[in-house]
């Protein structure tokens, strides 16, 4: 084999990796934080090795091939984009074909892990998927695309309580409305990048929908994820290190809320991947929560 050949190799799997976002883990970790701390809340401590490992992997592939579904969707719109115009498909590196036997391969991985689980959990999972794909399409037809993801990206939670414990409680709905609006909040952040461009080709956010109110209604959801939380931590009986943790989390908001102000592209960039410090921060509180014994939120 010669150095030519070596080279393509190379560069093709360089350009799969940026396919299913190997290189970027930012979506990942948004993706991974609120999941694992569903699944402390849901079993009330460490989940079993076993379920903690299937909703790890998941995690790394079912957001990896959520990307590959939603570059195959916005294949003619992202070289119009300055911020996606260098993604595999829209440059030409990789072809439709090879992005949907990728796709089919991930969802292939990511049953087999499901698999593993409760029936319950099968159907959930089966739901997660449909919603997934639905959401790239979104952007055509509505101004709140964002709806959509906020539901995929925190369907995670949802299948955390069904595999901890086959039913959904109260503490998981709430968690999980919770990261409804929470990511609602940080897309809309992620669509400020790209609004001007948007705007161009006739693609629909959440950004462009609240037009000069932008900073306002993010502030807004971002409240209302605070005082969500606060409910959590009676309705799981959480204790001061996660209602500290709030605190972390509140000034993180505040950070963004700076970041934002400007509406300059790299800073709601900025404040868009502060959110993953934010996921880990709750994480934090909610494992220690349950290591340390303190007194617990009381309603």
């Known amino acids: ?16 990796c940026e396919l299913m976002r190997l290189d970027r883990p930012v979506g990942t970790l948004l993706l991974l934080w609120p999941t694992l701390a569903a699944l402390w809340i849901a079993a009330e401590g460490p989940p079993p090795t076993p379920i903690l490992l299937v909703f790890v992997l998941g995690t790394f592939v079912m957001r990896a091939a959520g990307c590959v579904i939603n570059d195959i969707a916005d294949q003619e719109f992202d070289p ?3 911020r ?3 993604r595999p498909l ?3 590196r990789l072809h439709t074909r090879q992005a949907l036997v990728c796709f089919a391969v991930l969802l292939a991985i990511g049953f087999c892990l499901v698999f593993t ?7 959930m999972a089966l739901g997660g998927v449909l919603v997934s794909i639905i959401y790239p399409f979104m952007k055509r037809f509505t101004h709140v695309p964002q709806l959509v993801l906020g539901v995929a990206f925190s369907w995670g939670i949802l299948m955390a309580g069904t595999a901890i414990a086959n039913k959904l409680s109260l503490p998981i709905l709430c968690f999980f409305t919770v990261s409804f609006l929470w ?10 990048v790209d609004r001007e461009d948007d705007l161009k080709i006739g693609l629909k956010s959440t950004a462009i929908l609240f ?3 932008d900073r306002y209604v993010i502030a807004g959801l971002q409240f209302a994820v605070l005082a969500l939380l606060l409910t959590l931590g009676g309705l799981a009986q959480l204790n001061v290190l996660f209602l500290s943790s709030l605190v972390v989390v509140a000034m993180l908001f505040l950070y963004q809320s700076f970041l934002t102000w400007s509406r300059r592209r790299e800073s709601c960039f900025r404040a868009f991947k502060n959110n993953a410090t934010v996921g880990l921060v ?14 617990a939120i009381q309603m």
């Open 183 to 192: 990511i609602v909040a940080y897309d809309t952040q992620y669509a400020m």
């Open 282 to 295: 709750l994480f934090v509180g909610v494992v220690l929560n349950y290591a340390v014994a303190v007194p």
């Open 117 to 123: 689980l409760n029936v319950l959990t099968w159907w």
């Open 211 to 213: 037009g000069s109110m």
């Open 1 to 16: 084999m010669d150095s030519s050949s070596d080279r393509n190799i190379v560069e093709t799997a360089r350009a799969y």
């Open 90 to 92: 829209a440059d030409g």
């Open 80 to 82: 119009h984009v300055d």
């Open 84 to 86: 996606t115009k260098s």
